[in-house]
């Protein structure tokens, strides 16, 4: 019986938004905001301030209202283009664990992550100006545009969520 020395085909890598693992993580679900507020998986999500509803949720994040990271549905699934959850869906948020998100100019394991206060993107580095200061890492090496494991905190998310 011979022995596979070489493989030309392989798993495929995780998507952006998946549960990377099945370690204990915490995800809640939420309503996505009203009006304009599409949200693709494996972003930075935060209450809207002005809601009158509960866990109504929006891409991007601020102070005091960051609420978790999209997950990606399998029930939501689309035959092409990209998942999206529309105004007034039910939407997964995961605040603490691991999922894949998409990282913009890729990093090294063990690097801290932000997330962009209007669009929810996670990267690399150090929050600035429209940014916000995850208590999230980078958990492999990974390179710029691809898909990498992160590990999210509860630490910086807001409690009521």
Known sequence: MSVQTAYTQNIGRGLAGQVADIHSNE???ATVKVAG??????IACKIEATST???VIEKGVATALFAGISV???SNEVVAGDIV???EK????????YLFCVIPTGGNAGNALLANATTGVIDVGTAGVGEFQLDAT???VTTAGAVGMIRINSLS???GV
């Not at 039910?90 to 664990?97: C, D, E, N, Q, S």
């Open 157 to 159: 998310v807001v409690a």
């Open 27 to 29: 995800i809640v679900t």
């Open 90 to 97: 039910t939407l997964p948020v995961m605040r603490k664990g």
């Open 85 to 87: 959850y529309a105004a």
């Open 37 to 42: 507020s599409d949200v693709i998986p494996g």
């Open 53 to 55: 509803k509960d866990r």
């Open 138 to 140: 980078l958990e492999e």
């Open 72 to 74: 990606r549905d399998l």
